[in-house]
Nanobody
Framework: VQLQACGGGLVQAGGSLRVSCAAS????????MGWFRQAPGKEREFVAA????????VHADSVKGRFTISRDNAKNTVALQMNSLKPEDTAVYYC?????????????????WGQGTLVTVSS
């Protein structure tokens, strides 16, 4: 199983960025997909998750209204559109998958992890 994240980079506060993750080696449609992030010196935290159909999503309060998770099952990809970025959004962003259709905000419930992509928001 491989989850390959890309799209990170440097952006000014207030700007937008889209990170995406391509999955291979798993039955993508059977997996809830999620995004987590880890800032320097902090623990990994939940950002967003989406069910296999895309019909249900959950976003962390800290990103609600600014970030949107989506998926394309035909392409085995999951994306995170990030708008109105703030310096506190600076982190390595990880995509993750769990073999269930139940949304979860807990990292230990996810089996598959990508390598992460760095997002840096300058003030």
């Amino acid at each position: 199983v491989q989850l390959q994240a890309c799209g990170g980079g440097l952006v000014q506060a207030g700007g937008s960025l889209r990170v995406s993750c391509a999955a291979s080696g798993l039955t993508f449609i059977n997996n809830v997909m999620g995004w987590f992030r880890q800032a320097p010196g902090k623990e990994r935290e939940f950002v967003a998750a989406i069910t296999w159909s895309g019909g249900s999503t959950v976003h962390a309060d800290s990103v609600k209204g600014r970030f949107t998770i989506s998926r394309d099952n035909a392409k085995n990809t999951v994306a995170l559109q990030m708008n109105s970025l703030k310096p506190e959004d600076t982190a390595v962003y990880y995509c993750a998958g769990r073999s269930s259709n139940a949304l979860s905000t807990l990292s230990e419930r996810y089996t598959y992890w990508g390598q992460g992509t760095l997002v840096t928001v300058s003030s």
